[in-house]
């Protein structure tokens, strides 16, 4: 009988097996590695365009919020301004008043028999003080007063004596409610 010896056939197809899977394995280790540094490569990229990205916006951020700054400052300033010219308004509006309140007591006033020492005015209230020859005119003094202010009131009336001149003088104190008086001119006005 014929032996065949089949042991270095197997062997040698052994041999090939494994350095076949060797061989496989190694090309799968290497595209596996290939693989990770091209992910690693990729996902590095990313990173520093999304650095770089972060690094514009904060410097968007911060020109921003330096605007923001000017604008705020702006911003107080416009509303400094308006505080400044509503002063304004409110003071010429009450300048007006004043120089149409002086007006109307410069006529409403008797000529060169009563004077004022004083007037105070707080809101829509009027004090007068002053000194005037005799009661007589203080009295034509009140009605003149009614037909254009309302609420007059005597608050005192005095008697003071000047020696010097050898007078008696009435020192009195007024007080009434301030409504836009009307002058003088436009009272003419109407009567005419």
Do not use: C, H
Request: aromatic share 6%; glycine share 2%; net charge positive.
């Amino acid at each position: 009988m014929i032996r065949i010896n089949l042991l270095p056939f197997r062997t040698a197809r052994k041999k090939e097996n494994v350095r076949r899977q060797i061989s496989v394995f190694l090309l799968t280790f290497l595209l596996i590695i290939i693989a990770v540094i091209y992910y690693n490569v990729l996902l590095s990229n990313k990173i520093n365009s999304m650095k770089i990205r972060n690094d514009d916006t904060t410097a968007q951020i911060a020109k921003y919020e330096k605007i923001n700054k000017e604008i705020e400052t702006i911003k107080q300033k416009l509303n400094q301004l308006n505080q400044k010219i509503k002063v304004i308004e409110t003071l010429q509006g009450s300048r007006k008043n004043t120089i149409n309140m002086m007006e109307a007591m410069t006529n409403l006033i008797i000529p060169e028999r009563m004077w004022f020492t004083s007037l105070d005015v707080k809101g829509d209230n009027l004090g007068i003080d002053g000194v005037a020859l005799d009661e007589r005119t203080i009295a034509d003094f009140m009605l003149n007063l009614q037909k254009v202010y309302t609420d007059v009131t005597l608050k005192s009336l005095k008697q003071i004596e000047i020696k010097s001149r050898s007078l008696n003088l009435k020192s009195f104190s007024l007080t009434l409610k301030t409504v836009q008086p009307q002058t003088a001119a436009s009272e003419k006005a109407e009567k005419s």
